[in-house]
């Protein structure tokens, strides 16, 4: 609530809009825990107070942390007994790297110096809490010793906040993560930081040395000029460190990527780093649950593949609970349906998996589950609209056999269908077995219950470099300008990071850490036209889904401009009756498939399930009316609209359009009405009264077995399904008359 007082002050309506309208849906939302900036606020204070030349008595330092005393800027007083302990193993690793680099041991003939060094610096990390580290790959440049360091992966964003020091050190198949460390002798400091082209793209710098204000600040600078990921530690990291509680790998990259620099946000698709991976929890935890959902969908950029690609690379720490990522856009299209099984045997090899041999890949994925209690195979399938499409006409073989596999092993098997438009209307189709394997998880923007993982989408990314929100309703705001979709998110955090990492660069004297984002680089950034033009591609791929779709929107979007010149109000959005007369007088070809009301309105929910629309009550608008405005002023739009309806509908025909069949007929009922019936019935807030007609030659004597029919099939999840008592049209209107006067005395 005070997030919204401090958008009203600030004018700032959008945002206020998009707040209020979650907060009626789905009650007010937790704040979040707040950017983890206060260690990197207490470290640059600590910095000011040491001045530009730090020293530190690090000699002295272990045992003040074992007695628990004060020395100078230290104070490890209000440690408990552990962290002491932690403390003071820190400390002396670090005393002892310090004393290998140095020139005197170097010249020591006693064992190998460089590696004293590489066992010396893996005694810090371990200190610092990497687990089993090991130093391989010695090298000796002139001003730095390096070393490839082994260790168990990162893959946790409490416990590393950016994928480039995390889940991303692990390459391929293998078990260990591998970081690049560079050590730092006294007296060699400027020397690397006037090479640090030379260093490796991603790696950890450890400074024997404190450094002073003018090496932090240029090794900062040349870091954000840079594409590389540094991590940066001194002595004065390492003693702050020291003082902390509990003071693990977190709190390491805390301190030492803002004085370096990283990638924290990732605006291609296919990367689904653990790290920039937010939200989503209710929907993974349910298509995990073998006995949970098996469709995933949503419009494009809106995180289907990588809720996958999440599931894939989180439950599979296990070698008898396997998940499978598989890529099946061309089965059903240029490929045959059979094929689906040649890429799951694909995914398997990749994997790993030995299988007992068996006739089929079929039987030997049952044979894989059944021979060991507690084996698990979670196959997801992505971009499968073609595939499903084709199992349509062909009634369902594939699905079928998928459907047998699940059911043969209790489970222990589980198919997800993940695409986009054409899963959730061949899930609604009541005559494919398609409705035995639970209700379909729809993948939108992050709104609901998702809101605070979305805000951290925002805030923690910026803090990991040192950024911070200079007013924290900013977040917000950001979000609020692309619509909460989590692409967008990706791609505009990374606009903002870089112009911030050019200020930084560009700066000339002193930085405040944390340094504040403040409201006009983001606005600058989202009117960037390079992020304009992408914001723009990514919303066409949704709408060129359906050419309904497109129209539908831009329709929507030229009446909004209308009422906006009038002065009307265009927050709340129109009636389906509205969009719909727009809509076919624009293009009436467009839409003679979808001649009812009914019809038309099942394509606007479908658009609301693909993040373009937002429904508030009976009323439909543009979910982000900043991205709409993209799409260009009254005059483009309609000049784009023109050239719509200039071609002849291409629209691929509806599954949904098709009737079921009954016996040797068909119902009266297309597949589409049936799902709005089924969506009535089940719905608590539903009507109570349903009024269902026909002409006698659209099968008016078949409505009455068509509706019992549709209430006993698994399309109906209601323990006891009504039917239908009576089709005369007499006993209609008395039974109707009566629910009136049961819901209302007053009526006649």
């Known amino acids: 609530l005070q997030d919204c007082r401090a958008q009203l002050e600030r004018g700032d309506l959008g945002t206020l809009a998009e707040e209020v309208d979650q907060i009626e849906k789905h009650g007010i939302a937790d704040a979040g825990d707040g950017a983890p900036l206060s260690l990197l606020r207490r470290f640059a204070e600590l910095l000011k107070a040491a001045g530009d030349k730090p020293s530190v008595p690090i000699g002295n330092l272990p045992k003040a942390a074992r007695e628990g005393d004060t020395l100078e800027l230290f104070d490890f007083t209000a440690l408990k007994p552990l962290d002491r302990e932690r403390s003071t193993r ?22 190998d110096p460089l590696a004293k060094v590489g066992s010396a610096a893996a005694d810090v990390l371990a200190a610092l809490g990497f687990n089993g580290v090991r130093a391989k790959d010695p090298k000796r440049d002139k001003s730095w010793f390096q070393f490839s360091m082994a260790t168990l992966p990162l893959r946790d964003r409490e416990i590393c906040p950016v994928a480039t020091f995390g889940s991303e050190r692990v390459n391929g198949n293998e078990r260990d993560a591998h970081y690049p460390v560079i050590v730092v002798s006294p007296g060699e400091i400027d020397a690397c930081i006037g090479s640090f082209d030379q260093l490796p793209e991603q790696a950890i710098i450890l400074f024997t040395d404190p450094l002073d204000a003018r090496q932090r600040r240029d090794l900062q600078r040349k870091a954000r000029r840079s594409t590389r990921s540094i991590a940066v530690a001194d002595t004065m990291t390492i003693a702050a460190l020291a003082t902390t509680r509990d003071a693990g790998t977190r709190q390491f990259f805390e301190l030492a990527i803002p004085y370096g620099s990283s990638h924290t946000y990732s605006d291609t698709s296919a990367d689904t780093a653990i790290e920039n991976f937010f939200g989503r929890d209710t929907e993974m935890r349910a298509l995990v649950d073998s006995r949970g959902p098996c469709f995933v969908y949503g419009g494009r950029q809106l995180g289907k593949t990588a809720l996958l690609k999440q599931i894939e ?3 599979n720490g296990n070698d008898d609970r396997v998940a499978l990522y598989c890529y099946i856009k061309p089965v059903g299209a240029t490929e045959g349906a059979d094929d689906v099984w040649k890429e799951i045997q694909r995914r398997v090899q990749a994997r790993g998996m030995v299988l007992p041999k068996a006739a089929s890949i079929q039987e030997q994925l049952k044979a894989w589950v059944l021979q060991k209690a507690g084996r698990y195979l979670l196959i997801m399938l992505d971009e499968a609209d073609a595939f499903l499409a084709g199992e349509m006409k062909a009634n369902f073989p594939i699905i079928e056999q998928m459907k047998a596999m ?8 589980k198919f997800v269908f993940a695409g986009l438009h054409n899963v959730q209307r061949f899930y609604r189709a009541p005559n494919s077995p398609l409705l035995h394997l639970g209700l379909p998880v729809n993948v939108g923007p992050l ?3 998702d809101r605070v993982a979305a805000r951290q989408m925002a805030i923690a ?11 924290q309703i900013d977040a917000y705001h950001m979000l609020s300008l692309i619509g909460f979709y989590p692409s967008l998110m ?10 911030m990492n050019a200020q930084l660069g560009r700066s000339s004297g002193p930085v405040s850490m944390p340094f504040r984002i403040k409201r006009d680089v983001i606005d600058a950034c989202f009117n960037q036209q390079t992020f304009r033009t992408s914001v723009v591609r990514k919303l066409q791929k949704t709408l060129e889904l359906d050419e309904r779709y497109e129209l539908i929107t831009y329709a929507v979007w030229s009446r909004m401009q209308d009422d906006s010149v009038a002065g009307l109000s265009t927050a709340f959005g129109y009636t389906a009756f509205e969009i719909s007369r727009q809509s076919r007088d624009w293009w009436p070809a467009g839409f003679a498939e979808t001649e009812s009301l009914e019809s038309f309105t099942a394509i606007l929910d479908e658009m609301e399930e693909m993040g373009v629309l937002a429904r508030k009550g009976d009323l439909y608008a543009l979910r982000s009316q900043r991205i709409a405005a993209m799409l260009g002023g009254k005059t483009e739009i309609e000049s784009r609209m023109q050239e719509l309806i200039e071609r002849p509908p291409t629209r691929s025909p509806d599954p949904l359009s098709s009737h079921r069949r009954m016996g040797a007929r068909w119902s009266p009922l297309a597949l589409r009405q049936e799902a709005a019936l089924v969506r009535h019935l089940t719905d608590p807030a539903g009507p109570r009264i349903f009024l269902i007609g026909a002409a006698p030659p659209a099968g008016l ?4 077995d068509a509706i019992n029919e549709l209430f006993a099939s698994p399309a109906v999840p209601l323990a006891s399904p009504p039917r239908l008592k009576d089709a005369d049209p007499a006993t209609i209107i008395e039974v109707a008359g009566r629910q009136r006067r049961q819901a209302s005395p007053e009526c006649p």
């Open 90 to 111: 820190l400390l002396e690793a670090w005393n002892m790297l310090r004393r290998t680099t140095s020139p005197g041991l170097r010249r020591d003939k006693r064992g």
């Open 313 to 315: 690379l989180r439950e």
């Open 406 to 413: 699940m059911e043969d092993t209790q489970r222990a098997i």
């Open 447 to 449: 709104l609901g219950g």
């Open 461 to 471: 990314p910026m803090a990991a470099l040192g950024f911070e929100f200079e007013d």
């Open 490 to 499: 990706q791609s505009f955090g990374k606009a903002v990071v870089t112009a």
């Open 701 to 704: 004597d078949r409505l009455g």
